[in-house]
């Protein structure tokens, strides 16, 4: 809960931090705020509760999955300092737009309500749609923030025509005693608008995590938006989106599981092929990492499905796992993108790799590790994350589901191995790239963190 | 304890000289020989101070809600393949005295990286556990292969990495299966759960576990990736993969496929072995062809592989005995064999069988070695190919006469193709290209030498390491058959 009053008031703070003259305030500022709130965050540590009239709820669970959260946008401003050299930038806005989405996306780890989920995908989807079109000169960017923000509302629309629905048939908007009046009546006394419910519930989250057939705009806009925010899209909006669906199947709807596992195994299935096999053909490192991201959810749903016991700890882990290595591989596009310009923009294709072995050995290192965990490779985090949730989608005896995921999976180290060899093996065309020392130390944790947590699994989950 | 000192040995000396990067070069080769020969010497005090009776076991809490351990132990079967390992990693270094690579340091780390996680392999008594060092040994040899291999090493390699992540992958779902059945990840404690496993499902288990082990070793059809990078990557690459690397794939089936899948294998086990012997005979043909002497030990390679999978899979006492032996026998050989054609290679500029020939004359000691190391590969009776071979034989023919029959050729085959190769290669008349080919010394006389020591004492004396294996290899079979 304290997280979510922190960053409220820094937001405002730092909107006001704008009005002094020096910028540099700004980044160091915003790095305190979000260092604050996640202290404060760890605050309620075995203090579970329920809070603002029983509209959010705190346990260790959610106090977790919130430290990942804010750890991942802790790293992410971390590298954005390039992005406020500009002279066009207005830092203190994007600052302060980043920390009332952090509000948002904090709410939807906890709510213990439908209308607490809807505010917070609200708040974390509104504040997305502005950052994405932040470049404002740049029209892909302002391409991708209209289109981003046509469908994203159109997908809030259909999850709040659920939620009324599930109104309807709970007579609540309170997740616990939706569960209560699902357990009371019988199969054939629930209405026909609980489970289309359901289903336009799910189908407005997956669209946030974007998950296959919901995935259309994942590319353009990632693609679009400025890396900087683009990484925050595909780690935070993640970890956040993810934890709302498991909320909400696991507290309300566990007891009715035939109804929608079916379904969500079609989603599954349908993220993991079209995002490995297009993924692929990408020339773009970026499109890439979007088509990536679009099959870790589909992995991530693994965990969901299984719903076992084990599946809040495989999904806190997944979302670290990839989470750290996501930043670690838009981190290093940031920095060598930067070099090279086409057509006014950075050059964010594959080949800007080439041979950055010789041009920073310590990016090529960086790279790699983060490929070799997204790959889900052992030694590396990702494939314990991989691990946890084929574990958990075997716990329910989804035996093809796994042999897809596995085959899929294989398909994976094919093109997260593009830009290793890239990096390695190819020959070299631009100079010699000089990073920031803080740029360093920021990469260099997440890299530690993917080692760290390949070797030594048992580090995250004995806190569960 | 020892276990544990197994490991960490090579890895700290992998950490070691990657942080010596940028310093002298020669540092960084007596810094991995070092490390290396302390991994022999340990290694043998093992093997050495074994004794069946006793337990090996270092075990800590990795993954405590899951149960899943670090835990190691060494039996008999480990303990060869431990020897083996330690045996031939301060060769493979050694070897590479002669030559600089570019960044040394990297190139010497990967190495002792590589030696750690087979280590790790040989002696993981959690089925995770080995999972785990069965694939991180593929991720150091991968950019040993593609940095410092030839022009289309990078392709070649990357084909190899994908093929081999493949197959584990389907071993991760056996795995994972297992362990949801069972709920445990002790493997010895699975042996135990499999029997309660429906024959439906062992057969799916033996396929995916075969598929991972037959895509290592490499078994026909899963072979294609194999010769082209034996044959594109750098000579100590090259060593690692058919001499250690390979064994990893028939350490799985001994270990791991046979004792989990016991009904697995009765129903499908024979059409594995059909696949194996005609592997077998695939690659011996091929190699009969060759004029690369690479590209002709690699298929040699690939043939000998099959021998090895269908004895193991034959389920006999003597196949499995016949396996582990030639394992070792194998190993030793293609070590020394590769080894040879890269003197050839830096004295001559190349692999072409047909500009090589009359090198005898003018180098008795390596013609020696090489006379050696061949019949060993061979397997002429008192060398270290005889026993193994042999033992395969009789297990495949114990299993079904015709197939046994059929593999026997290799015999035959065997001899063509190597023989062929060393006429062609050694004797005849001189031209240009060996005109002044000089004799081994130094450094390289220093790999032969143990190495031919080793083909004819392991031919003499087979029952030094026949006995070691024996109680581990009859305890698994009681498994396979109740």
Known sequence: MYPILVLSITGIITLFLGFLKSKKVLLPA??????????????????????????????????LLSAIILLSAFLIIGLSKGFIDDDHAQPAEY???????????????????????????????????????????????????????????????????????????????????????????????????????VTFLLIGLLFKVSAAPFHFWTP??????????????????????????????????????????????????????????TAVSQGSFKRMLAFSSISHAGYMLM????????????????????????????????????????????????????????????????????????????????????FYVFSDAAFRGHIWLLVVAILMSAVGIYYYFKPIIAA????????????????????????????????????????? | MLALILILIPLIGSLLLFSLRGSNAGVSKNVALLTSLIEFVIAAYAFITFDSQTVVEVKYAWMKD?????????????????????????????????????????????????????????????????????EAALIPVYFLAALWGGENAPRITFKMFVYTMFGSLFMLVAIVYLYIKASTANIQELYAAAKFISPASQNLLFWAFFIAFAIKMPVLPFHTWQPDTYSESPTPATMLLSGLLSKMGVYGLIRILLPLAPVGLSDSGFIAMILS?????????????????????????FAHMGLMAAGVLSGTLSGIQGALLQMVAHGINAVGLFFIIKIMYDRTNTRDLNSLGGITQKTPALSIYFMIIMLGSVALPLTNGFVGEFLLLKGVFDKNAWLGGIAGLTIILGAV?????????????????????????????????????????????PNVFLKITEPAVNSLLQLIHP
């Open chain 1, 95 to 197: 600052f302060a737009i980043l920390q009332f989405s952090l509000v948002g996306a904090i709410m939807m780890t906890g709510y213990q309500n439908l209308i607490m989920l809807f505010i917070g995908v609200e708040i974390l989807s509104v504040s997305m749609y502005v950052l994405t079109g932040s470049d404002k000169r740049n029209l892909r960017g302002n391409e991708a923030a209209l289109k981003y923000f046509l469908m994203g509302s159109f997908a809030t629309g259909i999850m709040l025509f659920g939620i009324a629905m599930l109104y309807g048939a709970n007579y609540s908007f309170n997740i616990e005693t939706a569960r209560a009046v699902i357990l009371q009546t019988q199969l054939a006394g629930r209405p026909v608008y609980l489970f289309v419910g």
């Open chain 1, 30 to 63: 915003t790095l305190f705020f979000v260092t604050l709130a996640f202290l404060a965050n760890l605050y309620d540590w075995n203090k579970p509760g329920l809070y603002f009239n029983n509209m959010l709820q705190v346990n260790n669970f959610t106090i």
């Open chain 1, 303 to 386: 965990a969901v499905i299984g719903l076992s016991n084990k599946s809040d700890d495989s999904i806190v882990f997944y979302s670290l796992a990839y989470s750290l290595a996501t930043i670690s591989a838009f981190g290093v596009l940031m920095a060598v993108s930067k070099e090279k310009l086409v057509d006014g923009r950075p050059d964010e294709s594959i080949t800007v790799l080439n041979g950055l072995s010789k041009r920073n050995p310590f990016l090529a290192f960086i790279l790699a590790i983060s490929m070799l965990s997204l790959a889900g490779i052992p030694l590396t985090a990702g494939f314990w994350g991989k």
């Open chain 1, 424 to 464: 390695y093996m190819r020959e070299s065309e631009g100079e010699i790239i000089s990073i920031k020392p803080f740029y360093k130390i920021i990469l260099g944790i997440t890299t530690f963190g993917s080692i760290l947590l390949g070797l030594f699994p048992d580090l995250l989950r004995s806190l569960m």
């Open chain 2, 417 to 461: 193709y190597m023989l062929r190769m060393m006429q062609r290669s050694m004797f005849g008349e001189s031209n240009q290209v060996t005109a002044k080919f000089k004799d081994v010394k130094g450094t390289e006389v220093a790999v032969l030498l143990p190495i031919a020591a080793v083909v004819l004492l392991m031919g003499i004396f």
């Open chain 2, 66 to 134: 899951l149960r899943i351990n670090f835990h190691l132990g060494i039996d008999g079967i480990s303990l060869l393949m431990i020897a083996l390992t330690g045996f031939l990693v301060p060769l493979i270094v050694l070897s590479t005295f002669k030559f600089s690579y570019k960044k040394q340091e990297s190139f010497y780390s990967l190495i002792l990286l590589t030696q750690a996680a087979l280590m790790g392999v040989f002696m993981a008594k959690d089925i995770f556990l080995f999972y785990f060092f069965y």
């Open chain 2, 277 to 301: 012997v005609t592997g077998l005979i695939y690659g011996s043909v091929i190699a009969i062809q060759q004029n690369n002497i690479k590209r002709l030990i690699a298929y040699s390679s």
């Open chain 1, 220 to 277: 353009d806009v990632y693609e679009g938006a400025p890396t900087i925010f683009t990484t925050f899209m595909s780690t935070i909006v993640k970890t956040a989106g993810f934890a709302a669906i498991y909320r909400i199947l696991e507290v309300s709807f566990s007891s009715i599981y035939s109804f929608w596992w079916v379904m969500v195994v079609i989603m599954t299935v349908l993220s993991l092929i079209i995002s490995n096999v």
